[in-house]
C-alpha cells in the first residue's frame, strides 16, 4: 500500500506544531512534507525586541533546527502559488508541483492597508524579523542624523506614530518609550525633542483584551510619555506627515502594525468558503467545508479565537489527531471547539497585563510571564 502523502504548506505556529506532531507516530504509514517559504520560523510576539537592539535570535529559529532530529518531517522551501482540488495538486513559484493525499493550509496572514493613500509607500513594516531589523536602522538614523538639523525639522524627525493600538502596537510603542531614551543617550540627543504617539481607528486599546486590562495598560502607556489618540483614523501619508480625521501630524515615521487580512493564496484555492471576516470556512473537524481532505489551521481559520498564535498551537495539535486517525483508516470522533485565549502583553519592560477568563493581574508578575 503506498504511503498517504501529508502536505502542510505553512512553518509559523499552527504548521510546526502539527509537523511535530505527526513526527511522534513514527509507525503512521505516511510521509510528511512541511513546505514554507521561509527557512525561519519566526515569533511574533518577540518582534518588538528585534526592533528596540536584541538579536533576530530573539524572535527566530531555523526550520531544519527545530526538525533537525524528525527524520520523518520533509521540509521544502518554496513558496505555494496555487493549487486544484480537483487533482490534489499545488503549484509552486519554482514551478515545481507537490502532489497530496491530505493537504493542511497553515497560513499566516497578511497586511493590510484599507487602501490608505501613501501608507503602503511611506510606512514602516512591522510583521517579519527583517522589517524588524529595518525598522531599527531606520531608527539608529533618525538619531544619528539630528546635528544637521534645525530644532523643529529635529522635533518632526524624531515624531514617532505607530498606528494600530492592538498587542503588537502597544508592545512596540511602549519598549520605544525605553529604546529611544538610550538612543538619546547614546547619540547626544535632547530627548524633549523626542515625541511617541499611538493611533487607534477604534474607541479604546487592546480591543480584544478585557476593558479593565486595556484601561491599566493605556495609565501605563501614558506614564511612559506615550501620548494615545483613539478614535483616529488615518486618512493618508506622504513623505512629511500622517493625517488623521482630525490631526495634521509631522513626521518621518510611522509604524503600521494594524491591518490584518487573510493570507491571499487561500483565494487561489477554488472550493473555499469564506465567512464575513474573509476566514476559510471549517466543519467540525477542521476541514475546509466541502472538502474531505484539506484542513485550515490558525489565522485563517474562520474559528472563533483564530489570529492567536496559541490557537494556531491548538489547530494544529487538533488537526494532528484528525489526521492520524485518517491515515489509520479510524474514526474521529472528537469536534472542534474553540479554546479560549489568554492576554499576555507587555507594556515596557518590567510592566505588563495578564487576563484569562476571571484571572487577571499586570505588573512585573504580567511581564515576567513573557520572558
Known amino acids: 500500500m503506498n504511503k498517504k502523502r501529508i502536505i502542510i504548506v505553512g512553518g509559523g505556529f499552527a504548521g510546526v506544531r502539527l509537523a511535530l506532531a505527526l513526527s511522534s507516530h513514527t509507525h503512521m504509514h505516511a510521509e510528511v512534507t512541511l513546505i514554507s517559504q521561509n527557512e525561519h520560523f519566526e515569533y511574533y510576539p518577540a518582534l518588538y525586541r528585534v526592533a528596540t537592539g536584541r538579536s533576530p535570535l530573539h524572535a527566530s529559529i531555523r526550520l531544519d533546527e ?13 513558496r505555494i502559488v496555487g493549487g486544484d482540488p480537483t487533482k ?27 487602501n490608505i493613500p501613501g501608507l503602503a509607500e511611506h510606512s514602516v513594516g512591522f510583521k517579519s524579523v527583517n522589517q524588524s531589523l529595518q525598522l ?5 538614523d533618525l538619531f544619528h542624523n539630528h546635528n544637521a538639523l534645525r530644532a523643529e525639522d529635529e522635533k518632526n524627525n524624531l ?6 493600538g492592538g498587542p503588537s502596537g502597544v508592545e512596540l510603542i511602549a519598549e520605544l518609550a525605553l529604546y529611544t531614551k538610550e538612543l538619546a543617550k547614546r547619540h547626544e540627543v535632547d530627548y524633549s525633542h523626542v515625541s511617541l504617539i499611538l493611533i487607534e481607528a477604534g474607541e479604546r486599546i487592546l480591543k480584544q483584551a478585557p476593558e479593565r486590562s486595556a484601561k491599566k495598560a493605556l495609565v501605563r502607556l501614558e506614564k511612559l510619555g506615550v501620548h494615545v489618540h483613539v478614535n483616529e483614523k488615518i486618512a493618508k501619508q506622504d513623505e512629511s506627515a500622517v493625517y488623521t480625521n482630525t490631526m495634521t501630524i509631522p513626521t518621518k515615521t510611522l509604524i503600521w502594525t494594524a491591518g490584518a487580512q487573510v493570507n491571499s493564496l487561500y483565494r487561489t484555492i477554488p472550493g473555499l468558503q469564506y465567512e464575513k471576516n474573509g476566514k476559510v470556512s471549517v466543519d467540525e473537524k477542521m476541514r475546509a467545508k466541502g ?3 484539506i484542513y485550515i489551521a490558525g489565522d485563517g481559520a474562520g474559528t472563533v479565537y ?11 495539535t487538533f488537526i494532528a489527531h484528525a489526521i492520524v486517525h485518517d491515515v489509520k483508516g479510524k474514526q474521529f470522533k472528537k469536534v472542534y471547539s474553540p479554546k479560549m485565549v489568554a492576554h499576555s502583553i507587555p507594556v515596557g519592560k518590567g510592566w505588563g497585563i495578564f487576563d484569562l477568563g476571571k484571572i487577571a493581574f499586570s505588573g512585573w508578575p504580567a511581564w515576567w510571564l513573557q520572558i
Not at 306 to 316: E, L
Open 136 to 140: 531599527k536602522n531606520h531608527l539608529h
Open 306 to 316: 483564530s489570529g492567536m498564535a496559541q490557537t494556531a498551537i491548538y489547530d494544529g
Open 159 to 164: 515624531r514617532i506614530v505607530v498606528g494600530g
Open 291 to 293: 472538502f474531505s481532505n
Open 66 to 78: 527545530i526538525f533537525q532530529h524528525k527524520k520523518h518531517i520533509h521540509l521544502v522551501y518554496d
Open 88 to 114: 490534489n495538486i499545488l503549484q509552486a513559484e519554482s514551478g515545481a508541483t507537490y502532489a497530496y493525499d491530505i493537504l493542511v493550509l497553515a497560513l499566516g496572514s497578511e497586511t493590510m492597508y484599507f
